[in-house]
């Protein structure tokens, strides 16, 4: 009989899908089988869950025991020497960084904030700023452990198929309850950043194609209100490791954010602010203030920042998501080869102002394509888009989705299940190809009774 005192409601990042279900928290894998025992007696399904960082509704399952996966969190092993580092699946980015850069070590691929497990980032394969030259994080993993619902624990490497299935599965084939990682070695805590204004989509891909070849990593901001000759405008930040020995930015409380906003804001009241903004008037204004800012102040110029200030810029306003409230919002992000993406997120962003939606703020990045069986990535550029939602836009919103992932599949691009709310069945399954069936046979095999389940499987139909 399960207790009704764990029923709790839980959602996605955006707060725009959410369920209740009946929230489990092991902390290790004796416990995970006695979950999916109890789950077989009551007639119940499954969700594994780590930080809650996915935007959509991957990370929930309607009426499911839901695994939370956070309580795992040990370091079993870490050699300085070599940097590899062996943990429980729940330790998170930021447990990683604070725990190997005094060594020297840095994680070879993070993400826009800290707080992501590495089950959770396994099972979407993410990405980071650096996905053209260092790939996606399965790509750094040694070995790992998984938990299949039929009771087998299995230890995977890249020489096993099933490796590049479960990576990047979104938590529908078996739990990882352990990762043998290689992490990145650095001299110093910070990095060398250089700061470009674009003044629209040409500027935008040509900084991208001058560095691609000889930078660590690359990213740029674009003002998805500009329109005309000014359309795709935007900031690009590229960013180099250091080559000297430079201690003391390695340690850890040298890179922690801090707590005041240009020396005296608290920054856990920046999300009161930019809810007054958080409306198409504000956000043109904002995003307008800041192509000014990037034009002028810092342009063209190489500063220094601390890893932690470049790489999750989104954890130095605590709660920023709040800022959504109350119908919360999507992310939005799309992948396409090099020779369509100008003109694909061109014809994105003149949707969205035909819609009157534009999207509050706009992230570009260039990727390499991977071999993981639900791989998001291509040789070519994502552009991640943040879409408020409110109960009066809610239709039109997904019908504006609707047309843009048309778009993309029209140009042979693909979708990332961390970052969807809009896909419909035949979209999934039109970008997955045989990557589909492939995953169904392998479900079939190794969770018989469909034991595992998600909000966002069921949306796709994908079992
Ligand atoms: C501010 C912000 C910035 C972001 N920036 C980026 C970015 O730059 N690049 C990028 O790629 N993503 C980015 N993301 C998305 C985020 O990194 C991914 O959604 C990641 O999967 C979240 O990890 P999590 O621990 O929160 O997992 P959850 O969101 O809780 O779960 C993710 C998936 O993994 C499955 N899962 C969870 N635990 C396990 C496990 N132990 N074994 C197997 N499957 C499991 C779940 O079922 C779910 O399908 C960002 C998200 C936010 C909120």
Redesign the pocket.
């Known amino acids: 009989m399960i207790s009704t005192q764990r029923i709790a409601r839980v959602a ?2 955006g707060m725009t899908q959410a369920a209740d279900a009946y929230v489990y928290r092991p902390t290790c894998v004796e416990e995970i089988n006695k979950i999916f025992d109890e789950a077989r007696t009551a007639g119940r399904k499954v ?9 959509g509704d ?2 929930i399952g309607s009426e499911t025991l839901l ?4 309580r ?1 969190n040990r370091i079993l092993s870490w050699d300085a020497s070599t940097g590899i580092i062996d943990c429980q ?2 330790v ?1 980015i930021e447990n990683l960084w604070r725990f190997c850069l005094e060594d020297g070590y840095w994680p070879p691929v ?4 800290m ?15 650096n ?1 053209y030259c260092q790939g ?2 399965g790509e750094h993993v040694i070995d790992m452990d ?1 938990l299949f619902p039929n009771g087998e624990l299995k230890t995977l490497t890249k020489d096993d198929d099933l490796f590049y299935a ?1 990576i990047s ?9 352990r990762v043998k990682l290689q992490m990145h070695h650095v001299a110093s805590g910070n990095v060398d950043v250089w700061a470009e204004a674009a003044q629209n989509w040409d500027e935008q891909f040509a900084l991208f194609e001058k560095y691609e070849h000889n930078s660590d990593y690359m990213v740029s901001w674009v003002d998805c209100f500009a329109k005309g000759a000014k359309a795709g405008r935007g900031q690009f930040h590229g960013a180099w490791y250091k080559d000297r020995e430079d201690l003391a930015s390695r340690v850890a409380e040298k890179q922690d954010l801090p707590a005041l906003i240009l020396g005296f804001f608290p920054k856990s009241l920046v999300w009161k602010v930019l809810k007054l903004v958080c409306n198409r008037p504000g956000m043109r204004f904002l995003n307008a203030a800041k192509q000014f800012a990037s034009s002028t102040i810092g342009n063209n110029k190489m500063h220094d920042q601390s890893l932690v200030a470049f790489s999750f810029l ?2 130095y306003v605590p709660d ?2 709040k800022a959504y409230e109350p119908g919360g919002f999507i ?1 939005y992000q799309t992948f396409i080869p090099k020779e369509h993406a100008k003109a694909v997120f061109a014809e994105q962003v003149r949707l969205q102002q035909e819609y009157k939606l534009e999207s509050f703020l706009g992230v570009l ?1 260039r990727h390499r394509p991977d071999k993981f069986l639900f791989s ?1 990535a291509v040789d070519g550029y994502s552009m ?1 888009l943040d879409f408020k939602v409110t109960a009066k836009n809610r239709v039109r919103l997904w019908e504006l989705a609707h047309k843009m992932n048309d778009l993309t599949l029209k140009h042979s691009g693909r979708f ?4 969807d709310s809009t896909l419909r069945p035949e979209d999934a399954a039109e970008y997955l190809g045989e990557g589909l069936p492939k995953f169904r046979k392998l479900k079939s095999k190794l969770d018989p009774e469909g034991l ?1 389940v ?1 909000d ?1 499987g069921r949306r796709l139909k994908l079992s």
């Open positions: 996605g990042y969700t594994l869950r780590g930080a809650g960082r996915s935007y991957g990370n695994i939370d996966i956070t795992m699946s729940g998170t993070v993400t826009g904030t707080y992501p497990t590495l089950g959770g980032a396994l099972g979407m394969n993410v990405h980071g700023k996905n996606t994080m998984v479960v599965s979104a938590g529908l084939l078996g739990v990882i309850t989104l954890d920023w998501r992310q990045k998001h991640a990332y299940f961390a970052k595992l998600s966002l």
